[in-house]
């Protein structure tokens, strides 16, 4: 903490800090409660994720620090990122950490507040639209519909140790809508935990960008969408969202008609 | 649709709709995309759970219409309400449709759509913050956390036939943590079933009210929560966090060191 020093000639500096869900990717899906924060910035950390556009909201004369993806390890560990928020906050005063979607949610933004409440930084959360929620709600697919879906389960589809969650194993045996948040790289292996469940025509929607004018989706079905993916070249950011309510979305309509054709077929 | 008649003397009208997350409950957690789409409404049609300060932000000469809270049959029926957007729409233009969280997560906006997309009414999506993420965010309860949690699984509290939802007795046997909407008039049947589980001390926060002036939140565990709430008195609308990660509430920590100290006497 080599910047503490500095705190003693500026005797005015009251570090605080907010965290900000700077939402799933369209600038205007922040809301009016962080956009108002922002304005008192005296410094904004953000992460890879968020629109840098958001940065108008601050005044000009703030820091602005770009901070990558921590959970990538690129350019900033975890650790060097809480330690980076505490000290801009002793030497500016109010530190704004803007991180897309929801700070909380599927994000560390507990070990950031905790971190700095070790050093009495008082802290304060605005939440955000976390991409999980936002991106399938934006292409109309509802997570609970009326003999569809009772209801959703959020799952990681990255991890530390290089194994997939073994909540996505039960997830993917549920009858729950499935999605997966940084999963797309490992997208043929995730479909095959679904289909080692016989949901081999499980309706499947991988959404790119969610919420932004590079927004792309594809639809297909378990044992279809890794090859579609890798046919469209999807990549990260993406939600993988499995459940028979991407059956409601209009480009499941000549899949399901492919599919009754194949039926038909079989049938004669 | 005895109104239609009335639109061929209004060539004018351009029928479209707006679904708009009002979000958790604060009007600022409102998003700009929200507040922006307001400023255009020819009629505002907002459910009992929406915050009437937003109405502030639509013009003063729009048409505001309370229509209740759909799912508890009050006020208006789902198809009612379908209709009645559909109506204001041919009648007078832009229908802006407000519905507390997010209109295609916990909520039946896919239905108001998908009727008005039967009469080709246009219609936009502006997500919003469901309470089931942002509550918990607001009291810096993390839904992941390592060592605690890999997922996340929101269920349904209520249903139509009066039973719980499968999804729910899954997930009180899942490792997620385990958000409950809607679930608080039945919370001592819901806790039964994770202590069916053998979760007894499984740590539980309700949190009524979440982001407005009234909130309130309870912490205890499996054990204790029905009797907590009753004794605090805590009505809906409240969401139910099961999950280790409450473990991480500051409210939590006199809770553990009692039940660390019923453990040292046993040991004794």
Known sequence: MKLVADTVR???IEPRITLIGAGPGDPEL??????????SADVVLYDALVNEALLNYAPQAAVKVFIGKPSDDETFS???VNKLIVDYAMNYGHVVRLKSGDPFFFARGYEEIDFAESYSIPSEIIPGISSATGAP????IPMLHKGLSESFWAVSGSSENGKLSADLLKAAASDATVVVLNGITRVAEIAEVFRRN???????AVIENGSTPHERIVVGVVDTIAELIE???IGAPALLVFGAV???HPQFQPIRDFYELIAQEGAY
Chains 1, 2 share one sequence.
């Not at 922040?30 to 304005?39: E, F, R, V």
């Not at 016989?198 to 499947?204: A, E, H, I, Q």
Request: aromatic share 0%.
């Open 30 to 39: 922040l809301t009016i409660k962080g956009m108002k924060a922002l304005a």
């Open 137 to 140: 709600s934006l292409q109309k």
């Open 10 to 12: 500026k005797g005015q």
């Open 198 to 204: 016989g949901k081999n025509r499980l309706p499947v």
């Open 231 to 233: 046919e469209k070249r």
């Open 78 to 80: 975890q650790d060097a």
């Open 246 to 248: 991407v059956s409601l």
